[in-house]
Each structure stands twice: as C-alpha cells, then as structure tokens.
C-alpha cells in the first residue's frame, strides 16, 4: 500500500511539474522595437519627397500592452530645397503616438498624433510659403484586412499658407499570399485648405516579401492624379507626383 502511494505521488508530482513547464510565459508588459530600410524614392502620399532619388530611413517603436504607443523615424528629403527652392531641409523626423484598442474580434481601432518635423528648413524664408514643420491628428478603424483611416492637419501643412485643417482619407488592405508574400492595395485622397488645384487621388499597389530574419522587401507601382499647374516640375526637372515603381529593402529588430 505504501509503494502504491508513493508511485501515485510521483506519477502526480512528474505532471504537475510537466504542466508547469508547459505554462506559456506572461505577455511582457511592452515591447522595443527598430527597422531601418532603404528605398529607390520616398513617396509621401503619392509625392517624391526625395525628387525620385533613393532614401535611408530608420526607426524605433515602443508598443504597451494597453494600447498605448510612442515611435519616432526619420528619412533623408530634398523636396524643401528643390520644390520650395530654401536653403536648408534634408531632413525629416516623425514623432507620434497614441493608442489601439478592439471593438470586438474583427474590428479595432486607432487614435493618435504625429508631428512630421524638418530640423533647420527654412521654408519660410521663401514668398508664398511657411514653415514646412507639421501636425496632424488621425482616427483609424480596421476590420479584418482592411483600414481606413483619416488625418487632419493642426496648422499649416507642409509649408503650405492659411492650410490649417488639410485633411487625408485613406483606404487600405493587406492581404496575405502566403510563403512569406503580401499584398496591399491602396487609395487616398489629400485636401490642402484654401489653395487651388491641391487636391488630388493618390493609389498604390504594394508586393511585400518577409525574407526571414528581420528582412522584408517590397515592390510598389504608385500614381496620383494631381495637378501639374500646382504639383509642379522641381528643379531637378522632374513632376513630384509621377506615376513610378518603388523597390525596397527593410530590416527590423
């Protein structure tokens, strides 16, 4: 009797002991995390911000598991110098956050703000423009694979005068493929407050590939319908909002 209890015992004891290192560990309460990329041109909505010649961008990202969540990234631009035609700004620094939440299984939510800052750019400086700095506030909400979101600038937008209240609607999806590939459509649309022939539709077709090990690659065909009377021709010779093919290459951690 008393070997069969022990033998009972133990048997408990090994499977109490199995399910305890079978217990998955608990979610850690945030998390850090970094990319840094190139890409052959920086397109912001459908315009070149870098006169259609290749970017390094990088960035960091901090997510709480309550929703709330802070990032930074920045990329090389020369928009500032040759579409505005001012001395300085090649840089631009986006610091933003807010919060995510779910509605129910297949519906969540975002809200937040950005700043999408240009240390140094004297955009100001030149007749007809302001500061190119900028703030907006968005609302997001998904479903499923989809995501529509809008944005509504604070102030002036990108350097643009009397533009407080420009806004931006977008509609998106990502779809996965399947071995590693992912599709995403997309289609916005921009407002500029009180200027003429700023508004335009931007679209844009996304082919995502996860590499492994943090790498990811993108192709993307991207095309506006702006007009050139306002989207004009840079000093490098080139219209900012041209229809063109984007290649990319990113690594995170």
Same mark, same amino acid.
């Given at each position: 009797?008393?070997?069969?209890?022990?033998?009972?015992s133990?048997?408990?004891?090994?499977?109490?002991?199995?399910?305890?290192s079978?217990?998955?560990?608990?979610?850690?309460?945030?998390?850090?995390?970094?990319?840094?990329?190139?890409?052959s041109?920086?397109?912001?909505?459908g315009?070149?911000?870098?006169?259609?010649?290749?970017?390094?961008?990088?960035?960091?990202?901090?997510?709480?598991?309550?929703?709330?969540?802070l990032?930074?990234?920045?990329?090389?631009?020369?928009?500032?110098?040759n579409?505005?035609?001012?001395?300085?700004?090649? *840089?631009?620094? !986006? /610091?933003?956050? @807010?919060?995510?939440? +779910? #509605?129910?299984?297949?519906?969540?939510?975002?809200?937040?703000m950005?700043?999408?800052?240009?240390?140094?750019?004297?955009?100001?400086?030149?007749?007809g423009?302001?500061?190119?700095?900028?703030?907006?506030?968005?609302?997001?909400?998904t479903?499923?694979?989809?995501?529509?979101?809008?944005?509504?600038?604070?102030?002036?937008?990108?350097?643009?005068?009397?533009?407080?209240?420009?806004?931006?609607?977008?509609?998106?999806?990502?779809?996965?493929?399947?071995?590693?590939?992912?599709?995403?459509p997309?289609?916005?649309?921009?407002?500029?407050?009180?200027?003429?022939?700023?508004?335009?539709?931007?679209?844009?077709?996304? *082919?995502?590939? !996860? /590499?492994?090990? @943090?790498?990811?690659? +993108? #192709?993307?065909?991207?095309?506006?319908?702006a007009?050139?009377?306002?989207?004009?021709?840079?000093?490098?010779?080139?219209?900012?909002?041209d229809?063109?093919?984007?290649?990319?290459l990113?690594?995170?951690?």
């Amino acid at each position: 009797m008393k070997l069969h209890h022990f033998t009972l015992s133990l048997i408990a004891l090994i499977a109490s002991t199995a399910a305890v290192s079978q217990t998955k560990a608990p979610e850690p309460p945030y998390t850090l995390s970094y990319n840094v990329g190139v890409t052959s041109d920086y397109r912001f909505r459908g315009v070149t911000q870098t006169s259609t010649d290749p970017a390094l961008q990088a960035g960091i990202d901090f997510a709480h598991k309550s929703g709330i969540y802070l990032g930074a990234w920045g990329s090389n631009i020369s928009w500032i110098k040759n579409s505005v035609m001012a001395t300085d700004g090649s *840089l631009e620094i !986006d /610091l933003y956050g @807010g919060y995510k939440g +779910s #509605i129910s299984k297949d519906l969540s939510f975002d809200v937040g703000m950005i700043r999408y800052q240009y240390p140094g750019n004297t955009a100001a400086n030149v007749t007809g423009f302001v500061d190119a700095n900028t703030t907006e506030v968005y609302a997001a909400l998904t479903y499923g694979p989809a995501t529509l979101k809008y944005s509504s600038s604070t102030g002036n937008f990108i350097a643009n005068t009397n533009s407080s209240g420009s806004g931006y609607l977008e509609l998106a999806a990502t779809f996965d493929l399947g071995g590693g590939y992912s599709l995403t459509p997309h289609l916005g649309h921009q407002t500029v407050s009180n200027a003429v022939n700023a508004d335009y539709t931007d679209y844009a077709l996304t *082919l995502g590939k !996860d /590499l492994g090990s @943090g790498w990811s690659a +993108s #192709i993307a065909a991207t095309g506006t319908d702006a007009d050139k009377t306002f989207y004009i021709i840079d000093s490098k010779g080139k219209w900012i909002s041209d229809s063109a093919l984007l290649v990319g290459l990113k690594y995170s951690f």
